[in-house]
């Protein structure tokens, strides 16, 4: 594959212009309304043998209830979810013809062997999981393999598309190959750097994302019920199911920043301009939003837990894990929001943790976590799980513009802004090793004069590039 | 690994490109067309249940719409696995298509999604909106429109590759209009389009209807309690009804659609009718197969349709319209004995009397039950549509190399080696995707030169201007030779047309051309590629 770095032809085929919005907002958008269903519908496989097995295991019929509901809705949002799934690679075909065609030359196989694991995830699914629930009430072991059965090919489903979405960001030493170039698969572009870690940050995002939003809306149904009729066989389930699917969520989610300290490594050592992109380059105002969204799940989820389930265990593991999360904030390069001293950044972020930490403790079986305000608290830390999700999702695609793959094929609609500005990243910042917020920080007088000298001083930049970038600087910095 | 290289440019496939997809089309189709006739049949056994107050007809619809549910996603999934194998094996075709289609694509895209949350409301709320029956029972109903308006925009593309007419992908170079940008109207309602939508939707309404009498057939062989085997049997025998009803109006369709393909895709109309090559499979004709079936699914249809009515049976089928258009049947297969072989009509007749005898001896056996005769028509629809399907597709010339000429098992076209390039493409969109030399530059295969677009012959002239009004057929069967008169007139009706090209078309009329070249010399070989 090395030899077939650069693609060599153009591809004539019109790029069809959208109405209304530009093409990419309109991909964004059909592709932001699948992956939430995709991921809901993918998760609740995987968990709801899981819940039925406790339930047969334990002879409590909640688990068996609370899984049965699972599947059900994930019937419910499967059509629209795979109907909205069939529009997309409709329009990247219409709308990013040479990309499509180049990126479908690369990964046939893996398509195909997709389309496969879909059609069998709804065999399983369909016919032998939700289908056969009440007629094999007494093969229950049989039933509960078969929903293994769906996860299982569900999760190839998502295997794939993680696989092929990270190459987008990370291609590796794999060249995306022309329009006339079939090459069917290569294993290096599926395994490309970034594939693990995007595969466990998706997988440990979509259990946390779902069962907080899920438990959230659980809780609102709780109260629907306690309103009407408080000692009911129904309040009571909500009331559990809403709590268990909400804690649940709430660990998954320490296992995010371990995987994402990783991820970021990859991607800095992969795709250096989209490191910092986000980390204090144009794309860092959605980490930002991504991370207050965490801390809204942290501080406010974390109380709802201690309260409810006020046991030292709980409050030692919410500890843990948020020691995890300063042991990923000390380790990660300081963001120095706080101004130019790392040591700052660093002092901060551990006594806010810190102080989060002692927050819970304090709160631990205090209070009435039953009590209609906190139903809602929880709803809301729902939707904030849901929004660093979507927020991560959102900042991955955006951090690697104008290129669609990364380093390999350059989106119809780049600009020369877009253009220029990874220009400056790439051969400006990387090779002085600084921050897209050095820019602004260490301003000097001229532009003009200040590139004349690091050139000088070795930095190897052609006349036009020095140009663009000077002129870059000059009008945004 | 590059498994395509200088000499083998194609990303190959096991049992080869064109099998699967092939198979992926047919079996999408097969499930496609079953979801579509489903959604009628159960907006049918609704309205029975409603106006006859009796829930058992909503119990059976409830039914069919959990397997429509079920087999709507396996549509849904197989349609993007027909999209990811044609994108690799077919990249040409496929993205040239796209610059005519994006749009009717995007807006079949749309109804996909309404009919799936429709589709999703109807039967997962069913309990819900018991209260509101009659809004339930509109929500179903939508989505046969919803399905249609789908079906049109899926038939267009169908149609047009059979008969592309004057839309041959140059059309947009003459016109001078804003080029084709996702959407081409005159590809679109080509001279086909019509005729294979009235087709597909009775076929689909047939198809549907059998499947579902089908399954009751099987339900009954299963049932134990009396009152369900009358369950099945009564909503198996308005399903039948339903079907046959539908199926008895293909062959008049069906004849004005091969009348249309006799003008506009006269090769394909002779592979099907005569039969020459590529559709024939191991010495089996599959149209013919297709008729042989057609025949013994009316033997059966004729016979259980009279038994039921001499027992006055519930939903037994007005017996004066079945032998009228039994009679059309007949009539259809002594035209087409003339035209092929009085094989075909001997063969026709003898399906169908020995379907009828078996009909015949399965309803006796099961004591008037027609659960024999359900199931059998239901697997004998099911070979119908594939069929049909197959012999569309297959008796399109094939087996050519990218100039044209034939070559067996060579039946595709090399990755972008002629691509389709409106010259009006704007050069604000032209994409900047390369860095700099590659490396490799002078390694890979050279690409053959762009599509070299002729001038406007009076032929394309004839074809542009004259179809857009009517058929090719109309200037064919024209007996008188005033072509000046003629094309006068035609102005003066408001075909836009310059003085020159007034002149030329006229010129090119009276000199016989058009007649010449619409009767093909069945020697010749094919002369298009796909």
């Given at each position: 594959?090395?030899?077939?770095?650069?693609?060599?032809?153009?591809?004539?085929?019109?790029?069809?212009?959208?109405?209304?919005?530009?093409?990419?907002?309109?991909?964004?958008?059909?592709?932001?309304?699948?992956?939430?269903?995709?991921?809901?519908?993918?998760?609740?496989?995987?968990?709801?043998?899981?819940?039925?097995?406790?339930?047969?295991?334990?002879?409590?019929?909640?688990?068996?209830?609370?899984?049965?509901?699972?599947?059900?809705?994930?019937?419910?949002?499967?059509?629209?979810?795979?109907?909205?799934?069939?529009?997309?690679?409709?329009?990247?075909?219409?709308?990013?013809?040479?990309?499509?065609?180049?990126?479908?030359?690369?990964?046939?196989?893996?398509?195909?062997?997709?389309?496969?694991?879909?059609?069998?995830?709804?065999?399983?699914?369909?016919?032998?999981?939700?289908?056969?629930?009440?007629?094999?009430?007494?093969?229950?072991?049989?039933?509960?393999?078969?929903?293994?059965?769906?996860?299982?090919?569900?999760?190839?489903?998502?295997?794939?598309?993680?696989?092929?979405?990270?190459?987008?960001?990370?291609?590796?030493?794999?060249?995306?190959?022309?329009?006339?170039?079939?090459?069917?698969?290569?294993?290096?572009?599926?395994?490309?750097?970034?594939?693990?870690?995007?595969?466990?940050?998706?997988?440990?995002?979509?259990?946390?994302?779902?069962?907080?939003?899920?438990?959230?809306?659980?809780?609102?149904?709780?109260?629907?019920?306690?309103?009407?009729?408080?000692?009911?066989?129904?309040?009571?389930?909500?009331?559990?199911?809403?709590?268990?699917?909400?804690?649940?969520?709430?660990?998954?989610?320490?296992?995010?920043?371990?995987?994402?300290?990783?991820?970021?490594?990859?991607?800095?050592?992969?795709?250096?301009?989209?490191?910092?992109?986000?980390?204090?380059?144009?794309?860092?105002?959605?980490?930002?939003?991504?991370?207050?969204?965490?801390?809204?799940?942290?501080?406010?989820?974390?109380?709802?837990?201690?309260?409810?389930?006020?046991?030292?265990?709980?409050?030692?593991?919410?500890?843990?894990?948020?020691?995890?999360?300063?042991?990923?904030?000390?380790?990660?390069?300081?963001?120095?929001?706080?101004?130019?001293?790392?040591?700052?950044?660093?002092?901060?972020?551990?006594?806010?943790?810190?102080?989060?930490?002692?927050?819970?403790?304090?709160?631990?079986?205090?209070?009435?976590?039953?009590?209609?305000?906190?139903?809602?608290?929880?709803?809301?830390?729902?939707?904030?799980?849901?929004?660093?999700?979507?927020?991560?999702?959102?900042?991955?695609?955006?951090?690697?513009?104008?290129?669609?793959?990364?380093?390999?094929?350059?989106?119809?609609?780049?600009?020369?802004?877009?253009?220029?500005?990874?220009?400056?990243?790439?051969?400006?910042?990387?090779?002085?090793?600084?921050?897209?917020?050095?820019?602004?920080?260490?301003?000097?007088?001229?532009?003009?004069?200040?590139?004349?000298?690091?050139?000088?001083?070795?930095?190897?930049?052609?006349?036009?590039?020095?140009?663009?970038?000077?002129?870059?600087?000059?009008?945004?910095? | 690994?590059?498994?395509?290289?200088?000499?083998?440019?194609?990303?190959?496939?096991?049992?080869?490109?064109k099998?699967?997809i092939g198979?992926?089309g047919?079996?999408?189709?097969?499930?496609?067309?079953?979801?579509?006739?489903?959604?009628?049949?159960?907006?049918?056994?609704?309205?029975?249940?409603?106006?006859?107050?009796?829930?058992?007809?909503?119990?059976?619809?409830?039914?069919?719409?959990?397997?429509?549910?079920?087999?709507?996603?396996?549509?849904?999934?197989?349609?993007?696995?027909?999209?990811?194998?044609?994108?690799?094996?077919y990249?040409?075709f496929?993205?040239?298509?796209?610059?005519?289609?994006?749009?009717?694509?995007?807006?079949?895209?749309?109804?996909?999604?309404?009919?799936?949350?429709?589709?999703?409301?109807?039967?997962?709320?069913?309990?819900?909106?018991?209260?509101?029956?009659?809004?339930?029972?509109?929500?179903?109903?939508?989505?046969?429109?919803?399905?249609?308006?789908?079906?049109?925009?899926?038939?267009?593309?169908g149609a047009y590759m059979l008969t592309p007419?004057?839309?041959e992908?140059?059309?947009?170079?003459?016109?001078?209009?804003?080029?084709?940008?996702?959407?081409?109207?005159?590809?679109?309602?080509n001279?086909s389009?019509?005729?294979l939508?009235?087709?597909?939707?009775?076929?689909?309404?047939?198809?549907?209807?059998?499947?579902?009498?089908?399954?009751?057939?099987?339900?009954?062989?299963?049932?134990?309690?009396?009152?369900?085997?009358?369950?099945?049997?009564?909503?198996?025998?308005?399903?039948?009804?339903?079907?046959?009803?539908?199926?008895?109006?293909?062959?008049?369709?069906?004849?004005?659609?091969?009348?249309?393909l006799?003008?506009h895709a006269k090769e394909a109309y002779d592979n099907l009718?005569?039969?020459r090559g590529d559709v024939?499979?191991?010495?089996?004709?599959?149209w013919?197969?297709?008729?042989?079936?057609?025949?013994?699914?009316?033997?059966?249809?004729?016979?259980?349709?009279?038994?039921?009515?001499?027992?006055?049976?519930?939903?037994?089928?007005?017996?004066?319209?079945?032998?009228?258009?039994?009679?059309?049947?007949?009539?259809?297969?002594?035209?087409?004995?003339?035209?092929?072989?009085?094989?075909?009509?001997?063969?026709?007749?003898?399906?169908?009397?020995?379907?009828?005898?078996?009909?015949?001896?399965?309803?006796?056996?099961?004591?008037?039950?027609?659960?024999?005769?359900?199931?059998?028509?239901?697997?004998?629809?099911?070979?119908?549509?594939?069929?049909?399907g197959y012999v569309r597709e297959a008796s399109r010339p094939r087996f050519v190399?990218?100039?044209g000429?034939a070559?067996?098992?060579?039946n595709r076209?090399?990755?972008?080696?002629?691509?389709?390039?409106?010259?009006?493409?704007?050069?604000?969109?032209?994409?900047?995707?390369?860095?700099?030399?590659?490396?490799?530059?002078?390694?890979?295969?050279?690409?053959?030169?762009?599509?070299?677009?002729?001038?406007?012959?009076?032929?394309?002239?004839?074809?542009?201007?004259?179809?857009?009004?009517?058929?090719?057929?109309?200037?064919?069967?024209?007996?008188?030779?005033?072509?000046?008169?003629?094309?006068?007139?035609?102005?003066?009706?408001?075909?836009?047309?310059?003085?020159?090209?007034?002149?030329?078309?006229?010129?090119?009329?009276?000199?016989?051309?058009?007649?010449?070249?619409?009767?093909?010399?069945?020697?010749?070989?094919p002369t298009s590629s796909e």
């Amino acid at each position: 594959m090395g030899g077939l770095k650069g693609a060599s032809w153009t591809m004539d085929l019109p790029v069809i212009e959208t109405p209304v919005f530009p093409r990419w907002v309109w991909m964004e958008e059909i592709t932001y309304s699948h992956i939430p269903i995709a991921t809901l519908v993918t998760a609740y496989m995987l968990l709801a043998p899981l819940f039925e097995y406790i339930g047969y295991r334990r002879h409590d019929p909640r688990w068996e209830r609370l899984s049965k509901g699972l599947i059900w809705f994930a019937m419910i949002v499967f059509s629209p979810g795979a109907a909205l799934g069939t529009g997309i690679p409709m329009f990247i075909i219409g709308t990013y013809p040479e990309f499509w065609s180049r990126w479908a030359n690369l990964f046939f196989w893996p398509l195909i062997a997709q389309f496969i694991f879909f059609l069998v995830e709804v065999f399983f699914l369909f016919f032998l999981y939700y289908l056969t629930w009440d007629a094999w009430q007494h093969r229950k072991r049989l039933h509960i393999a078969m929903g293994v059965c769906a996860a299982i090919s569900g999760y190839l489903v998502q295997i794939v598309w993680d696989s092929l979405g990270a190459y987008m960001l990370t291609p590796g030493n794999v060249a995306l190959p022309g329009v006339d170039q079939p090459v069917a698969w290569s294993l290096p572009a599926m395994l490309n750097p970034s594939f693990p870690f995007l595969l466990f940050h998706r997988t440990f995002g979509n259990f946390s994302y779902v069962m907080l939003l899920t438990g959230g809306v659980l809780a609102l149904r709780y109260m629907g019920q306690k309103r009407k009729n408080p000692d009911s066989e129904n309040t009571q389930y909500f009331h559990w199911a809403a709590g268990t699917c909400f804690i649940i969520g709430f660990f998954a989610f320490f296992a995010q920043p371990v995987i994402g300290w990783f991820y970021a490594r990859v991607i800095q050592r992969e795709a250096p301009v989209a490191f910092m992109a986000i980390m204090g380059g144009h794309s860092s105002p959605y980490f930002i939003a991504k991370m207050i969204a965490i801390l809204i799940l942290l501080v406010v989820g974390g109380t709802f837990v201690v309260k409810r389930y006020g046991s030292k265990t709980v409050v030692w593991a919410a500890t843990a894990g948020l020691l995890v999360v300063l042991l990923v904030v000390m380790m990660h390069p300081p963001l120095m929001w706080l101004g130019e001293s790392a040591a700052a950044w660093r002092v901060v972020s551990t006594a806010v943790v810190l102080a989060i930490i002692g927050w819970l403790w304090r709160s631990r079986g205090r209070g009435d976590p039953n009590r209609t305000g906190w139903q809602w608290a929880m709803f809301i830390v729902g939707l904030a799980g849901f929004f660093a999700f979507a927020m991560g999702g959102f900042s991955r695609e955006h951090i690697k513009s104008p290129d669609t793959v990364y380093g390999e094929i350059v989106k119809p609609e780049w600009t020369d802004y877009e253009a220029d500005r990874y220009l400056v990243y790439q051969k400006w910042l990387e090779p002085q090793e600084l921050l897209p917020i050095d820019l602004d920080r260490q301003r000097p007088e001229s532009w003009r004069s200040e590139v004349g000298q690091a050139r000088r001083d070795g930095l190897e930049l052609t006349d036009e590039e020095a140009e663009r970038i000077i002129t870059y600087l000059e009008e945004h910095h | 690994m590059i498994l395509a290289a200088g000499s083998n440019p194609f990303i190959q496939f096991p049992g080869g490109a064109k099998w699967s997809i092939g198979f992926l089309g047919i079996f999408h189709v097969a499930v496609g067309s079953l979801a579509i006739g489903f959604a009628f049949i159960v907006t049918v056994l609704q309205l029975v249940a409603y106006f006859r107050k009796d829930n058992r007809y909503d119990l059976l619809a409830k039914r069919v719409q959990l397997w429509h549910v079920c087999i709507y996603n396996i549509g849904t999934i197989n349609a993007i696995g027909l999209v990811f194998a044609l994108s690799g094996l077919y990249p040409q075709f496929w993205s040239q298509i796209f610059t005519q289609f994006f749009w009717t694509l995007i807006v079949e895209e749309t109804l996909f999604l309404m009919l799936a949350t429709t589709l999703t409301f109807h039967y997962f709320f069913w309990e819900d909106m018991w209260g509101h029956k009659k809004l339930h029972i509109f929500l179903g109903a939508l989505m046969t429109p919803f399905f249609f308006l789908q079906f049109y925009i899926i038939n267009g593309m169908g149609a047009y590759m059979l008969t592309p007419a004057f839309a041959e992908g140059k059309a947009s170079l003459w016109s001078g209009t804003a080029g084709i940008l996702g959407w081409d109207k005159l590809a679109f309602y080509n001279p086909s389009f019509l005729m294979l939508t009235l087709h597909r939707t009775a076929a689909n309404f047939a198809y549907a209807g059998f499947v579902v009498a089908g399954v009751c057939g099987c339900l009954l062989y299963l049932a134990k309690r009396d009152k369900i085997k009358a369950w099945y049997e009564t909503g198996g025998r308005l399903t039948f009804k339903v079907a046959f009803i539908s199926f008895l109006t293909l062959p008049i369709i069906g004849f004005f659609y091969s009348w249309v393909l006799k003008y506009h895709a006269k090769e394909a109309y002779d592979n099907l009718m005569i039969g020459r090559g590529d559709v024939v499979a191991g010495g089996i004709d599959w149209w013919w197969t297709k008729q042989l079936v057609v025949a013994a699914m009316i033997g059966i249809g004729l016979v259980f349709g009279r038994k039921s009515a001499k027992a006055k049976r519930e939903f037994a089928m007005p017996m004066a319209a079945v032998y009228v258009v039994s009679l059309l049947y007949l009539m259809f297969y002594v035209g087409m004995a003339t035209q092929m072989t009085w094989m075909f009509l001997w063969g026709s007749l003898a399906a169908a009397i020995i379907a009828g005898l078996w009909a015949s001896h399965l309803v006796n056996r099961h004591g008037g039950s027609g659960r024999a005769v359900f199931v059998t028509m239901g697997i004998l629809s099911f070979l119908t549509v594939c069929l049909g399907g197959y012999v569309r597709e297959a008796s399109r010339p094939r087996f050519v190399n990218p100039s044209g000429d034939a070559e067996p098992g060579q039946n595709r076209i090399q990755h972008y080696s002629s691509v389709y390039h409106p010259a009006e493409r704007p050069e604000s969109i032209d994409m900047r995707m390369v860095r700099g030399e590659p490396p490799h530059a002078a390694e890979v295969p050279g690409r053959s030169p762009l599509l070299e677009i002729g001038p406007e012959t009076a032929a394309d002239l004839v074809s542009s201007r004259c179809i857009s009004c009517h058929t090719l057929e109309r200037i064919y069967s024209y007996k008188g030779t005033d072509w000046d008169r003629v094309v006068g007139r035609m102005e003066a009706y408001g075909t836009r047309m310059t003085n020159e090209e007034a002149g030329e078309i006229v010129e090119y009329l009276e000199g016989g051309e058009l007649q010449r070249n619409t009767s093909i010399d069945v020697n010749d070989g094919p002369t298009s590629s796909e």
